[in-house]
């Protein structure tokens, strides 16, 4: 009994309630204790799906749409998140839709790497929205979820983005890194050397399945330099689905899925295109020195030379290429109800004679202005944000676009009369071939891809 009297002591007690307390700090790993710096510690192997999939990095680039909140009618969703470090004011950067109008505050869940493999220090701000510009005043819009970080300190890893901070989130992103920037950067004086050109696309949609006209796309961009191609994948046919497929293993592309539950041209403009664009426009940054914004029946083609590099370099020696952020190519359409081109009866076999960009040599003679349906070879770096057929907005107000000579490069844009009907081939025309330069290339390199995978992928015949 005098042993157990002097164990529970009080002097002992304490002694005791001291070690308890440490045990059980040390097996929960830190799930509740607030740091002097802020942080909540949190053991991830605790919470839900959707937040157990950052312990392996590798699941994390497998972006998707997540809601924000449990009310799917809200339609307040996120895709990807960058760290945007270019200026005094730096951010996590989140691609997200939400209503156009009256959008809700936001918040963002920041999640900091601690040694333990399972413990993330996190940290709740505020955010800000920020409306990715062209909503055509439909229901819902691109946006950004602005979360203002200190680079000072440690990175982010992931962030949740919330509508109450009080409440567990539904939704958790990677926070992608692509390069942090120096200390002594300057978008005034970046380098103009050509590194590495990308090709950015719209949502395909409508189970989009024209075997040989995106085999055209990716084969001819191939030629003319570009080096990666970045595709989002809202519905592909089976086809298509087979051939991207071959050139991911082969790696010329990155396809994205891009499910976006909110109906297209209704309440969103063409499958949330916008918010696509400027997704590819973070994704790229830093990986490639100039990437083209450009739909599948578009094609840049220099007038004077035979690459985008020799284009480029051309470009460089311009007045003011040092403040270019954006290079405009002007607008020309080549209407597909006019008829094929003379030769094309001469090709070899049926693939090869369904190449657009070899049937279809008429075009308008008069060329859209700049900004109306021009497309741009964009300087990621010097951007903010991205539209159809301009910059929206550039990373300083001194950085502009570069209005390029159709004489040096123009826009071929094969597509049928664009207020319907045949009257557009009315219009004054001229045959342009430039694209038969390329032509025995080009041929060799469908034939090529279509007779190896024509059985793999079940292409159809034609």
Known sequence: MKILARLVSLPNLIILAVILTLLICFNVIKQTIIEPDGYEYINLTKLDRNIIIIKDKSTLTKETWQYVTDDQESKFLVFSAYLDDRKTDKFVRVIAVGRTRNPTPVWCKLYYKADDQNTYGTKTIQGNHMV???????????????????????????????????KEPMNILTVIVNSKTPVDWDVFNLPKKIDSIAVCVKPLHNEYNKEIEIMEFIELHRLLGVNHFYFYNHTLGSQVDCLLRNYISEGVITVLDWQLPIISQKEIRTEGIFAALNDCLYRTMWHHSHVLFIDLDEYIMPEQVDTYKELLEHLNTKPKAQTTGSFS??????????????DIGNLNDEPAMKSITLRKTRRKTELNPHRIRSKYIARPEMITMVGNHFIWQYLDRKLGPMNVDPEVALMHHYRVC?????????????????????????????????????????????
């Open 418 to 462: 664009e207020f319907g009907g045949d009257d557009c081939v009315e219009q004054s025309s001229i045959v342009d071939r430039r694209v038969y330069t390329y032509k025995d290339r080009l041929l060799s390199e469908i034939r090529s891809k279509y007779y190896k995978l024509r059985d793999k992928c079940q292409l159809l015949e034609y």
């Open 132 to 166: 990715i510009s062209e909503n055509w005043g439909l229901k819902y819009t691109a946006r950004y979820v602005l979360c203002p970080i200190d680079t000072t300190k440690i990175l982010p890893d992931a962030v949740s983005i919330l509508t109450n901070p009080d």
């Open 329 to 342: 190519v002007r607008n020309a359409f080549f209407y597909r109800q006019w008829p094929d081109d003379e």
